[in-house]
């Protein structure tokens, strides 16, 4: 059966509920607070998961408390779990996010683990023909490629959801077979001025890319 194969990011996400967002230097009081696992690889990956597919992972955590609850989280849901290394001294990814009545937010992340890879080798990657690889940028683009790369020299096909929105770095366009974005994702990829509720101009922007 083939399988899908995330390359991509792990958190634990921190989210604090409160009629508004603080205002620079404010201080104001919320309702509650939780704590979940989270990042953009992770939840493409639990998602398939739930939807039936048999998912690998593969990413950096930290030798934490947030790195075991991210692996607790994966061997609960099914994901698996050996292309995951694990670094002491490096702090697992985390987000901060406020969250005010309107469901309006503001998030930091700190990627952490996510972007510190010892190299691109990834000696966890395994992928073959039928399979399909799944990226994102919140982790490093040569980590990305190289993922690309050896997807594609194994029959495998990638899947590139281009977030947080930026320009495609060299190398990379010709290694994707399928481009997930928004009209803002594709509109930082090319590097152009879109209106995004232009549908023509979008589209133009697309036979353009």
């Known amino acids: 059966m083939p399988k899908i194969v995330c390359v991509g990011s792990m958190n634990i996400d921190i989210a604090a509920y409160a009629t508004t967002l603080p205002r620079p230097g404010e201080t104001v009081f919320g309702s509650r607070v939780a704590s979940s ?28 408390a ?31 996010i406020l969250v005010d009545a ?14 510190i890879w010892p190299d691109a080798d990834l000696p966890g990657f395994e992928a073959v023909t039928g399979d399909i690889v799944v990226s994102q940028f919140e982790v490093p683009d040569v980590v990305v490629i190289e993922a690309f790369r050896r997807a594609r020299s194994r029959g495998a096909t990638t899947v590139l959801n281009a977030t947080p929105a930026r320009r495609l770095p060299p190398g990379l366009l010709e290694l994707i077979d399928v481009l997930v974005v928004n009209e803002g994702e594709l509109a930082a990829i090319c590097g152009a001025e879109v209106d995004t509720a232009d549908m023509n101009a979008v589209k133009a922007l697309a036979r353009r890319l």
């Not at 692996?71 to 985390?94: D, K």
């Open 66 to 96: 947030a790195g075991d609850e991210v692996m607790a989280f994966f061997r609960a849901e099914g994901v698996g779990t050996t292309g995951i290394a694990r670094s002491p001294g490096v702090q697992s990814g985390a987000a901060l």
């Open 37 to 64: 696992p989270g990042g953009k690889g992770l939840n493409q990956a639990v998602a398939a998961r739930r939807l039936g597919a048999e998912v690998a992972f593969v990413g950096q955590l930290g030798q934490d």
């Open 102 to 115: 309107r469901s309006e937010n503001a998030i930091v992340v700190i990627p952490g683990a996510n972007m």
